[in-house]
């Protein structure tokens, strides 16, 4: 049983670091390939990215765990 | 043959006949000149022809990444560049961050080389295996902003490095931007590109990196969060970026500066200035600024820096009065490709000649105040090399060879503007190294204790030591100065400095002292090992980066420099006016005034630890026997 979270995302503390597609893309393609990561960072360097989530993320909560600005957070603990 | 971390893969570009050629670097090659520092040095010697002039179609420019950028290796953004520069005639690598590196290798290449001179204004564009020149007759005559934001608007999400209107008219301090952000290319990497009328590069990739040993990395990157993650001042370098490693408002305070240093300060900065803290990819340490100013007529001005102390160190300038005049005239100097710290030094200089009568204002052909009108006008005359700005494109010889007197006031090493002043900051190793670097004043190599903030103590020092992996038999000569109350030898320091910073570049790795701090010579050679399955020793690693710099060393005594360009600026020798202090050149510790006999001593000290010969101060032919350069020769 995989555990399964509400991510909460907050673009203003992001820093466009793009570790969280690192993790995921490592984490189901076994490589680091934010092309293929399950959360898109959209981020030019401009003066706020955008987050979202494709329909493939499991919300298994990794990407969040590895962020280190605080742009993500996990909410509650479901199970799925 | 299946490459980890590095792609293996090198696309060659000539301008002249838009031919496009990949070719695939030798493993053994990957082992001996590692990365962007490294295989930058042997893919530009193996087409290396003497003594050519920089703006032509012959000098190639080379860009590179490291086999850990593209990763999640933190911190492992760096894009190297290497060419034959134009303000120094010196070859170097030249070193810049954010997202190009990243998407170079995303997009599957290690390195990019560009040969020739197309006729029309170009732009490359590679996505993937997509490799296309474009034509950039819409963006040539527009500043860097511009040209990148058009570019990212036509190819989306992506890394672009441009040049402004400076490097497309050849002024030799231009340099490039990437992502608008990280300045790439001083002394001249601008008008390298303009006069092959190559406006951009823009890159994106989408096919991955895969790595030799994920179970090894992941142990590593999870030990290092922790680590970032526990460091107690971790929150105050993301609230302040580098602002907290040189507070600048004390340094305006010192000066005398009152109202300066009120507006420098962290204060102000958060309240009237930052706008966004940016990483490079894989960064748990971002440091990079957009700031957004309301100008005195109300409007706004969105300015983008690899760091806010750029602007800020311009506040030193006598006549600019107010913050929003310093980001204002920063951003023109960026936007325009132009170099802030060389204009900061040439208007210091005008400033300073003036004041004194030293030279007749007529020669200029403006009338010299001590003001921001002044200094925007003189920045148009730059910009369309015009009277006074048609002589500081040609670089500092030709300014000097205007007026005797400013050849003495100059504080540049081969031609180059000095970025730290030691009698100010005292000799460390940054300071010292402007004098050795083969590129003239550069700084990037000195990371050392003396530069992450080892505070006075040997104790911190000899910890330094070993993250650095500075051997142990070495530590005792780095401990024995010329003379004794001067604690460390700043000049054999300043070798294993070079090596440290080297490694770190090869690799791809951030040499900022808050992301340098987490990594030692045992890290980052598991992290090269586990990316890319090589078995490198630490000591391997440190060859490589020794080979490394002495191949661009043989590479500059082929182009003449020798002992006699590792020169101390005159001027260094004269106190500096700082407020209400003379300040005189000083060792690191500020015991001993460094006199010439001194300075010559450090510097044959110097040679000594790199194993050159001391007379020449070039690579001896044992040394470069050891490294198994040769063939270079
Ligand atoms: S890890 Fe956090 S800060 Fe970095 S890109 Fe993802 S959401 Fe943004
Ligand atoms: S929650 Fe898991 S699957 Fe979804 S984006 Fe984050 S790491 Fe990927
Ligand atoms: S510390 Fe700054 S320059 Fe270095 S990787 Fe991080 S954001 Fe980039």
């Not at chain 1, 490592?26 to 706020?48: A, Q, R, T």
């Not at chain 2, 204002?361 to 090399?385: A, G, M, P, S, V």
């Not at chain 2, 911190?460 to 650095?468: P, Q, V």
């Not at chain 2, 191949?551 to 500059?556: F, G, V």
Request: aromatic share 8%.
């Amino acid at each position: 049983m995989m555990e399964s979270f509400k991510i909460i995302a907050d673009p203003k503390k992001c820093t466009g670091c793009r570790i969280c597609q690192f993790i995921c893309s490592s984490l189901y393609h076994h490589e680091f390939n934010p092309s293929k990561s399950y959360i898109i960072i959209l981020d030019e360097y401009e003066l706020s990215p955008t987050i979202q989530f494709s329909d493939k993320c499991n919300h298994c909560g990794q990407c969040a765990r590895n962020c280190l600005y605080g742009a993500l957070k996990l909410e509650g603990e479901g199970i799925s | 043959m299946k490459y980890f971390g590095y792609t293996g893969n090198v696309v060659s570009i000539d301008l002249t006949n838009a031919q496009i050629n990949l070719s695939k670097e030798k493993l053994e090659d990957l082992q001996n000149f590692i990365g962007g520092f490294g295989m930058n040095c042997k893919l530009f010697a193996d087409l290396y022809s003497p003594n050519i002039n920089p703006l032509s179609p012959e000098n190639p420019i080379i860009f590179g990444t490291g086999p850990l950028v593209g990763t999640l290796a933190p911190g492992a953004s760096r894009t190297v560049a290497i060419s034959k520069f134009p303000a120094t005639n010196a070859i170097a690598n030249s070193c810049g961050s954010m997202s190009f590196g990243f998407h170079l290798k995303q997009a599957g290449y290690d390195h990019i080389i560009i040969h020739g001179k197309s006729d029309e204004p170009c732009y490359l564009f590679i996505h993937d295996d997509h490799i296309e020149l474009c034509d950039a007759s819409n963006i040539w005559g527009k500043d860097i902003i511009k040209t990148t934001d058009i570019l990212k608007r036509k190819h989306d999400s992506s890394g672009v490095i441009a040049i402004g209107q400076a490097g497309e008219n050849l002024i030799k301090s231009s340099l490039t931007l990437i992502d608008k952000t990280s300045t790439l290319g001083r002394g001249g990497l601008g008008a390298l590109m303009g006069f092959k009328k190559l406006k951009a590069i823009i890159v994106k990739g989408t096919k991955g990196i895969s790595i030799a040993d994920p179970k090894r990395f992941n142990k590593i990157f999870l030990k290092f969060k922790e680590r970032v993650k526990r460091y107690p001042q971790r929150d105050s370098w993301i609230e302040l970026g580098m602002l907290r490693s040189l507070p600048i408002g004390m340094l305006l305070s010192a000066k005398g500066e009152k109202s300066k240093a009120r507006q420098a300060n962290e204060k102000n900065y958060l309240k009237n200035m930052k706008k966004r803290r940016i990483a490079c990819p894989s960064c748990p340490m971002a440091d990079k600024d957009i700031l957004e100013i309301t100008k005195p007529d109300n409007s706004h001005l969105i300015c983008y820096t690899s760091s806010v102390i750029n602007p800020l160190m311009m506040f030193g300038l006598k006549g600019l009065d107010s913050y929003t005049q310093v980001i204002e005239l920063f951003n023109k100097i960026n936007s325009y490709g132009l170099d802030a710290l060389t204009i900061n030094s040439l208007c210091e200089l005008l400033n300073q000649m003036v004041s004194n009568n030293e030279i007749d204002q007529n020669e200029f052909n403006i009338e010299w105040n001590e003001d921001f009108k002044t200094y925007n006008k003189l920045l148009e005359l730059i910009k369309q090399r015009e009277g006074l700005g048609d002589i500081i494109a040609e670089g500092w010889e030709k300014l000097a060879s205007l007026n005797n007197k400013i050849q003495n006031k100059m504080t540049t090493v081969k031609g180059l503007d000095i970025i730290f002043e030691p009698r100010l900051l005292k000799l460390g190793t940054m300071e010292f190294e402007q004098v050795v670097n083969p590129k003239g004043a550069h700084v990037a190599s000195g990371g050392s204790p003396t530069y992450v903030g080892a505070g006075g103590s040997i104790e911190k020092m000899l910890t330094h030591f070993d993250r650095m992996g500075i051997p142990k038999l070495a530590h005792k000569r780095l401990l024995t100065p010329p003379k004794e109350e001067m604690i460390i030898n700043v000049g054999r320091m300043t070798r294993y400095s070079e090596d440290w910073y080297t490694m770190l570049t090869c690799l791809g790795l951030c040499a900022r002292a808050q992301m340098n701090r987490f990594y030692s010579h045992e890290l980052i050679t598991e992290l090269f090992n586990s990316i890319t399955g090589f078995d490198l020793s630490k000591e391997d690693l440190r060859k490589a980066a020794e080979r490394s710099w002495n191949l661009s060393k043989i590479l500059n005594v082929k182009e003449g420099f020798s002992r006699k360009d590792d020169k101390f600026p005159e001027e260094w020798f004269n106190s500096l006016k700082y407020g209400k202090n003379k300040l005189k050149l000083k060792d690191f510790y500020g015991t001993t005034e460094i006199s010439k006999e001194l300075a010559n001593q450090l510097l044959e000290d110097y040679y000594d630890e790199r194993g050159w010969d001391i007379n020449k101060g070039i690579p001896s032919h044992s040394k470069i026997q050891e490294l198994g350069l040769g063939e270079f020769l």
